[in-house]
């Protein structure tokens, strides 16, 4: 029989949790759900628990620790995550766990749709729109909503994922991680409400902004280092033929190099750009071996499409 698990990290999240397991509860009966709690301060674990679900504790602060430990603690066929504070609608779990299986997918997104305008701030809205379409660019992929907490997933996605980001960019190395390992998957709209009274968002616009933006750079880094350090060698380059072109024209005019320190300066950033050039075709052969490992990895565990729905 196919296992479902719902797996819910939750901080402070007393107001919200009750309502969340319960709801999930409903809308998939045959399932387990799980709350993570991180360090909570009030009732959320004890609601969770009374509320029908299986409570486990993660000591180590922030989300990219919980995510970490309930992906290496739950086994299941099929994951729904979803955040704790009943902002997702999860009547819309069956819809997402039926494509994934009818499809054969490792990774369906469920793309926020929100009626409310306190549900999703619009410096939020903006912020999500900017750095999902910066990560579609850099890894060549449609993204509608990347920072998307509501995400059901395959066992080999869960089991072949190798966590390293942690707090709101854990969003963004999973996504890159489906991408980069060529992972069928899919995203559906949902529907996005406001959190209730009593729960309060632990997201800052802009601290965990730039804390995404700067996991961004960081995967593009490990993941196409050619075009990171290609991008950092053209910079330099530019620098060097800034500076070093008046040198030149004073060479072929008078035959002397009245400017030494320029010259010198040019000199070195174009050393710079030709290192960091290098750099990036070395850690390119680098990065295609390891993917090619991870990709075995990921084949070795059984797929979603033979699996049978309760």
């Known amino acids: 029989m196919t296992e ?26 045959a399932a387990k759900v799980y709350v993570y709690d991180n360090n909570s301060t009030d009732r959320t674990a004890q609601v969770a628990r009374e509320a029908g679900a299986i409570v486990r ?19 299941a066929d099929i994951y729904v995550l979803a955040d704790g504070d009943d902002t997702y609608d999860a009547s819309a779990a069956p819809a997402l766990i039926s494509k994934l299986v009818e499809d ?23 912020g999500n729109r900017m750095l999902t379409g910066l990560t579609a660019t850099m890894f060549n992929v449609k993204l509608g909503d990347m920072l998307s907490g509501y995400r059901v997933m395959s066992r ?22 489906a ?23 632990k997201l800052n616009t802009y601290r965990d902004g730039f804390r995404i933006l700067f996991t961004i750079a960081q995967m593009l880094r490990e993941e196409r280092p050619l075009l990171f350090f290609s991008v950092i060698a053209a910079l330099f380059a530019l620098a060097s033929i800034a500076v070093g072109v008046p040198v030149v024209i004073d060479y072929l005019q008078t035959q002397l190099v009245p400017k030494l320190p320029s010259a010198v300066l040019a000199a ?30 990921y084949l070795a565990i059984p797929g979603p499409q033979d699996l049978k729905l309760p």
């Open 156 to 177: 080999r996605f869960v089991k072949s994922f190798p966590f390293t980001a942690g707090g709101f960019g854990i969003e963004t190395e999973m996504t890159v991680h």
């Open 179 to 201: 991408v980069r390992l060529m992972m069928p998957m899919a995203e559906i709209e949902t529907a996005y409400k406001e959190r209730p009274v009593g729960s309060v968002s």
């Open 104 to 126: 054969g997918l490792d990774l369906v997104t469920g793309v926020r749709v929100h009626t409310e305008a306190a549900a999703y701030r619009a410096g939020h809205v903006w």
């Open 57 to 75: 504790f993660e000591r180590r602060q922030g989300k990219g620790n919980v995510m970490r430990r309930m992906f290496a603690d739950v086994e």
């Open 4 to 29: 479902i698990a719902v797996i819910l990290p939750c901080y402070n999240e007393e107001a919200a949790i009750g309502a969340t397991v319960r709801a999930f509860r409903t809308a998939l009966p």
């Open 268 to 297: 070195s950033l174009m050393i710079v750009a030709s290192l960091a050039l290098t750099s990036g075709l070395i850690l390119d052969t680098v990065t295609r071996g390891r993917w090619a490992n991870k990709r075995l990895a």
